[in-house]
């Protein structure tokens, strides 16, 4: 399973990369892979503020459709738009071309709580 | 009261499932019920014979008046049902209401759904429909909520013209949510463009309207949909499917969600149903749009197979967060449909449509022409009119109930200020002599 060094997880297995006041995130290769083929993702509308715990976007597959949990606070400056007609782009590469969002407005200590990549792979480990 | 053959347990069970639980009598098992409460009794009379039922039905039915010449409308139209449709519809292959469980076994059911969805988006000029709906007013309330949903905005304006019945349902559905329907009164019996523009603003999800609406009359609501559509509201539509055949689309207006009654298709006038809701809207709404839809592909080996798609957001697998509570259709009554719109065509549908509208535009000059009686409102109309008569109209169709004729509706039963006014709608079944017939006792009435 790819677990990319750099990144932060959550137990709900989203991804985040961490810039100063903006993030970007997404969902991890453990979570595509589990979810099968993704068809369809309802992403947020720009300008939307998030918190931890609250949905930022859902993602469809053949099997199931699952929330998406923002990572860190913040208010959607970017979405990637490319997944509404392609959303296979996450089961391909869930870590750069398959992100969904971008935040800003992050607050500094927005990392604190989240997994390093070791941790995740850990905690992958023990499922 | 008398044990019934049908309630299978006998004495025995009961005093076996008594002592099962610990309880020594029936009265000790409801003793948790408030006593006043246990001592209400419904005033039923005593169980009676089959044929005694029987006999009793039949009186009941005989009161009704099945033999009047029917120009009542008002959302339910009197169309000819071809044979067709019911030796099809009662085949026991296809002889359930419900949406199957195992749905992809069922092949021919889900290839019927499928074709009721096509011929929908055909009439309808959408892109997408799904397998059907409980009828035309619970439908508009899920495009109302489906807007919502689309837009998270809270507040819907509705034209006077939508049915008053579907209204009613409305205020009914969204009495205990976060929604505002405001109603826009109607202008000489259309939309008041001016003030329903007016009140478009960043926090309306939609406008709604009716087409034809339920004084009969049509009009172009393309403007009013671009009005719409630059606030970033939806644009609602309720229309009736017949009169599709020769108006132009909800589609071509820029309609986004489009619902109605589908009773014209192949279901005969019911006292309150089974009937049918449809509801079609653009590929880029599909999955905000409730209900069940069926899609067609291909197994491994290439072979065509329908299977109902988009369940993801469903209620079984979305659970609270699903589209809607809609997890089901209206299969048998689609079936109908479907078959309806197969055995016409595009080209039988038109020559309905176009019958409807000659017989209308008869009527009306004949109606019309008599002393007293005028044209309500100048706008244009498909298949229903208002007239304004002398006198009130509930007494004017009464009169002419005695003289063997459902002779229309009276409109200000729902609209203060048209008392006078009745609703008149004709269909294919009309023939130039039952409007003759109709005109001379209207005139003999309000003479």
């Known amino acids: 399973m790819n677990v990319p060094d750099g990144l932060l997880f959550t137990k709900e297995h989203e991804w985040v990369r961490l810039a100063g006041a903006t993030a970007v995130m997404g969902i991890s290769d453990h979570a595509q892979t589990a979810l099968g083929d993704i068809t369809y993702v309802d992403l947020p509308s720009v300008g939307k503020a998030v918190a931890p715990g609250g949905g930022v976007a859902v993602v469809e597959s053949v099997k199931a459709a699952s929330d998406v949990y923002t990572p860190v606070s913040g208010t959607v400056r970017a979405i990637n738009t490319e997944l509404r007609d392609h959303p296979e782009i996450i089961n391909q590469d869930p870590y750069g071309k398959g992100w969904l969002c971008e935040l800003e407005q992050v607050p500094a200590d927005a990392g604190s709580g989240l997994m390093t990549a070791a941790q995740y792979r850990s905690y992958l480990e023990a499922q | ?447």
């Open chain 2, 1 to 447: 009261m008398a044990r019934m053959s049908y309630v299978a347990h006998v004495d025995a069970d009961r005093a076996a499932m008594l002592r099962a639980i610990g309880v020594a009598s029936e009265d000790e098992l409801y003793a948790a019920i408030p006593a006043a409460v246990q001592q209400a009794r419904l005033n039923l009379p005593e169980g009676q014979s089959e044929v005694e039922v029987e006999q009793l039905v039949r009186a009941m039915a005989r009161r009704n008046r099945t033999d009047l010449l029917c120009f009542l409308g008002g959302g339910f139209y009197d169309h000819y049902v071809p044979a067709a449709v019911d030796a099809i519809l009662s085949r026991g292959e296809v002889l359930t209401a419900y949406t199957p469980y195992q749905p992809e076994v069922a092949q021919g059911t889900l290839q019927a759904a499928f074709e009721f969805q096509s011929g929908i988006c055909r009439l309808t000029d959408m892109e997408v429909a799904n397998a059907s709906l409980y009828e035309g007013g619970t439908a508009l309330y899920e495009a109302i909520m489906m807007a919502v949903r689309t837009t998270e905005r809270w507040r819907v304006l509705i034209d006077a013209g939508v049915s008053p019945i579907y209204r009613m349902m409305l205020r009914t559905y969204l009495a205990n949510m976060p929604v505002t329907l405001e109603e826009v009164p109607s202008v000489n019996g259309v939309v008041d463009t001016a003030a329903l523009q007016a009140r478009l603003g960043k926090d309306v999800a939609c406008v709604v309207v009716q087409y034809p609406n339920f004084f009969g009359c049509i009009e172009d609501h393309t403007a009013l949909f671009a009005a719409a559509h630059a606030a970033g509201a939806l644009a609602v539509m309720s229309v009736y499917p017949i009169a599709l055949g020769i108006l132009k689309t909800p589609g071509a207006m820029g309609a986004d969600i489009v619902t109605g009654e589908g009773q014209s298709l192949g279901l005969p006038l019911c006292f309150g149903g089974p009937y049918l809701g449809f509801m079609a809207t653009r590929k880029q709404y599909v999955r905000k749009m409730p209900g069940r839809i069926v899609g067609l592909t291909h197994d491994q080996q290439g072979r065509r197979g329908f299977v109902l798609t988009l369940q993801a957001r469903e209620q079984h697998i979305r659970r609270e967060k699903a589209t809607s509570n809609i997890c089901t259709n209206q299969n048998l009554c689609a079936l109908a449909a479907a078959v309806y719109m197969a055995l016409l065509g595009k080209e039988g549908v038109q020559e309905v449509a176009q019958y409807c509208a000659d017989n209308a535009s008869y009527a009306y000059s004949k109606l019309t022409a008599i002393a007293g009686v005028t044209r309500t409102f100048p706008a244009t109309f498909f298949n229903e009119f208002c007239i304004t008569l002398p006198g009130d109209a509930r007494d004017v169709i009464g009169d002419l109930v005695d003289r063997g004729f459902a002779a229309g509706f009276p409109v200000g039963r729902y609209y203060a200020g048209l008392e006078r006014v009745a609703l008149v709608a004709l269909t294919e079944m009309r023939t130039k002599e039952d409007i003759d017939r109709l005109a001379a006792a209207l005139e003999a009435v309000v003479s």
